[in-house]
Structure formats: structure tokens, C-alpha cells
């Protein structure tokens, strides 16, 4: 018996199974590659939501006044995109406030008598709400389907209370989600949405 022999029969064990080495290793080699093309993959991902860097600097006023933004349809929802990159943004964006938008996730929901579906809505003030004095409601035929948040309804409720007239429109089902603002503004979101 050889030296290589005596070393096998040192360390090879008979009860555990032989391995091939050269399959193995091309197995970690097919491993290695689907990982960087994976990588690969994730680094070509080009979000198509608006990210918060680039929502300061792109969501202000234009010389007329009005949003960069207009009304689009993506995944079964409406969605508010912005007018040079059509990237969308989202209706917990800070930046919208000082667009004169008002937009929420809709809370209260589960509890509410109706269910919400995309179209107009109603903002309804209810000043005598036993949990916030400055809640606002959300009703579609006349039916309360839930709430603009607490911290949001503090300010939409003193636009309401003073007589502005604004518009609303649940753009989202799941989650369920409402935009509001002046008649003009949401006449100007709507300008690229064909019937």
C-alpha cells in the first residue's frame, strides 16, 4: 500500500458518502454567478416612487401657482405623480401641506359602517366627535367610510370650519387613501386622466 493509499484509508471514512469535488465546486461556481446576476438585477431597479431627497427639491409651487403633480393611474389605484419625472408620490409626503393638499392614509376604516372605493368623497366635520373635536369624517353616499388622521384633521379642520370649499377623492382601496384640496388645484391633478 502506497502513501497515498495509507493517507486515504487514514482519513476517508466508508460510511460517509463520497463527494464530488468537481461538482461541488461547480455548484458553488453557478451559486456565485446567480448571486451577482441577482446583484445585478437589484442594481438596474429604478424605484418609480419619488424619493424624500428629490420631493423637496421637486415638490413646489410652479409660476402659476399650482403642484407639479397630476393624477395617474398605477396598480389599481390613483396615484399623484410628479410632472418631470412621472415618479409617484406617496400621500404621507410632508411636501404636499405646502401644495395646499391634504392627503391621508383613511383611519377608522375597520370600524366604519360603509366600504371605500375610488371616486369622490365627502369631508364631513364633526366638531361634537367624543375622541377629537377636530375630527374630520370621510363619507361616500353619505356613508362614513372613516377619518382623516388626528394630527392632519387639527389643521383640516380649521379650513373647514372657516367655509373654504375643497374637493376630495379617495384614490386608493387597500390602503384606503383620500386626497382633498380647492376645486382648481384638483381640477389642474386631474388635467391627464381621460374618462
Given at each position: 500500500m502506497g502513501l497515498f493509499d495509507r493517507l486515504r484509508g487514514k482519513f476517508h471514512d466508508p460510511s460517509r458518502p463520497k463527494v464530488n469535488r468537481r461538482a461541488e465546486m461547480n455548484g458553488r461556481l453557478a451559486e456565485s454567478r446567480r448571486h451577482s446576476a441577482s446583484e445585478a438585477e437589484a442594481s438596474e431597479y429604478v424605484s418609480p416612487y419619488l424619493n424624500s431627497d428629490r420631493a423637496s427639491e421637486l415638490l413646489v409651487p410652479g409660476e402659476n401657482g399650482m403642484p407639479p403633480l397630476y393624477f395617474t393611474r398605477h396598480a389599481n389605484a390613483l396615484w399623484l405623480a410628479e410632472n418631470t419625472t412621472g415618479l409617484l408620490?406617496?400621500?404621507a409626503n410632508r411636501n404636499l401641506r405646502r401644495l395646499n393638499i391634504w392627503s391621508c392614509r383613511v383611519r377608522g376604516d375597520a370600524h366604519a359602517v360603509g366600504t371605500i372605493r375610488v371616486g369622490f368623497v365627502?369631508?364631513?366635520?364633526e366638531p361634537k366627535n367624543p375622541h377629537d373635536a377636530n375630527a374630520v369624517a370621510i363619507h361616500q353616499d353619505d356613508v362614513n367610510i372613516g377619518y382623516f388622521n388626528r394630527g392632519m384633521a387639527r389643521g383640516?379642520?380649521?379650513?373647514?370650519?372657516r367655509g373654504d370649499v375643497l374637493q376630495a377623492v379617495a384614490i386608493s382601496v387597500e390602503p384606503p387613501k383620500v386626497v382633498a384640496s380647492d376645486p382648481q388645484i384638483m381640477q389642474h391633478?386631474?388635467?391627464?386622466?381621460k374618462n
Open positions: 408620490v406617496n400621500v365627502e369631508l364631513v366635520r383640516l379642520a380649521k379650513v373647514l370650519d391633478l386631474n388635467r391627464r386622466m
